[in-house]
């Protein structure tokens, strides 16, 4: 699994665990939990069940693609890997995101690559250039070909939903290449049934 912490892949032990995200068409997520950070099953059982409610609750298509989880405690930053389909989740880190109300935001964040990074990147890129390269964020100036779509897609998902602050929609007018092309891919924005 990959830790954070120490920005390497180590061999550990884990408690493993299936989370169903779905009714009819379940969509199966395999859970490796550190099992030196959770020694306890139960307790990281708790963890499991805690962050994949969370998971649970946003647009179905970001889950689609997810394939595992791996969790650790400890206070490092959370990832997303369009290689294997993963997320990275550190519990501390996580109480954080809870506490500052944005763990909504990092998880569409760290969940995009797994589902979009390799959908036609071209035209994503091409709505970028048409919008003049604005960025939505620091990050995503700082990173376009990495961050930009993950930056904007939490934007998108309320722009989609009718929830967009009209403090934020102001603006989308900077973005407008880009949220025509997330509306021509027709994602699901319900949370899976």
Known sequence: MYDRRTDKWDTTNAHIFNSFFGN?????????????????????????????????????????????????????????????????????????????????????????????????????????????GIAISEYAKDYPEREDLAETISLYILYSRNKLPYELSKELKYIQNRINYLDKLNLKMEILP
């Open 24 to 132: 009819e068409t379940q969509k199966v997520v395999e859970v490796r939990v550190n099992s030196s950070d959770f020694k306890n099953k139960i307790q990281a059982e708790s963890e499991v069940n805690k962050y994949c409610i969370l998971i649970g609750r946003l647009p179905g298509f970001l889950v689609s693609g997810l394939e595992f989880i791996e969790m650790h405690g400890g206070d490092a930053l959370w990832g997303g890997s369009s290689d294997d389909n993963s997320m990275l989740i550190h519990t501390i880190q996580g109480e954080k995101y809870i506490k500052d109300n944005v763990v909504y935001n990092i998880i569409a964040h760290e969940l995009t690559p797994t589902v979009m990074d390799n959908k036609d990147s071209t035209g994503w890129k091409d709505a970028r250039l048409k919008d003049d």
